[in-house]
Structures are given as C-alpha cells and as structure tokens.
C-alpha cells in the first residue's frame, strides 16, 4: 500500500482547507487509517481515524466540530474537511494505515505513511 496526501496550503484564520489522501490499493475491512500532524517542536498527533472493520470514526477534541473525516470507496481515497482553521492548526499533515484492531491513537502502531502535506493558517 502506498498513500500519496494532498491539499495542503496557506489559509487565514476562520478559513478552510481539505485534504485528500489516496492510496494504491482498495483499503478494506482489515485496515484503519488515520490522519496525524506534527508542528514544528512538537510530537506528531492524532487527528481522526477510521476503522473499516468497524465502521467508526474517532476524532481527536481540539478538531472535533471543526474537521470531518469522509471517504470515497471508490476512488480509495479519503478526505479531511478542515473548517474553522486556527493558527494551532499549522503542522505537516500525514495519513497512515495500520491492520492493527481498531483505530490507534500513537504513531508508532501505524505501518505505512503519506509523505505529508504542510498547512498553515496564518493571517
């Protein structure tokens, strides 16, 4: 599986940015992925994630109400609707997959990595 994320830019304050990520192959029932970003100084952190054994979606509190997670089975791409962005928002985003049960909250438990895209909102 190979992920290739997109969509990233400039953006001011209150604005809107959305983020896609496509992978190689179809992703299925034995996969989650999830959506991470690093600030500069900063540990890389969760986002959002979706198990498609589960049908689930989990967000991380600082986005919930803001960001919304979709996909398009078709397409095997999923999207990041970003909405309300604030200036802590700025950070490589990267989305990652993992065939570990269902959607984990750390880095280290996902396998397969997009090479990020960088988002600032900035004014």
């Known amino acids: 599986v190979q992920l290739q994320a997109s969509g990233g830019g400039l953006v001011q304050p209150g604005g809107s940015l959305r983020l896609s990520c496509a992978a190689s192959?179809?992703?299925?029932?034995?996969?989650?992925l999830a959506w991470f970003r690093q600030a500069p100084g900063r540990e890389r952190e969760f986002v959002v994630g979706?198990?498609?054994?589960?049908?689930?979606?989990y967000y991380a509190d600082s986005v919930k109400g803001r960001f919304t997670f979709s996909r398009d089975d078709a397409k095997n791409t999923v999207y990041l609707q970003m909405n309300s962005l604030k200036p802590e928002d700025t950070a490589v985003y990267y989305c990652?997959?993992?065939?570990?049960?269902?959607?984990?909250?750390?880095?280290?438990?996902?396998?397969?990595w997009g090479q990020g895209t960088q988002v600032t909102v900035s004014s």
């Open positions: 979706y198990s498609w054994s589960g049908g689930r979606t």
């Open positions: 990652a997959v993992t065939q570990r049960l269902g959607v984990p909250g750390f880095p280290n438990e996902y396998d397969i």
């Open positions: 192959v179809r992703l299925f029932n034995s996969y989650a």
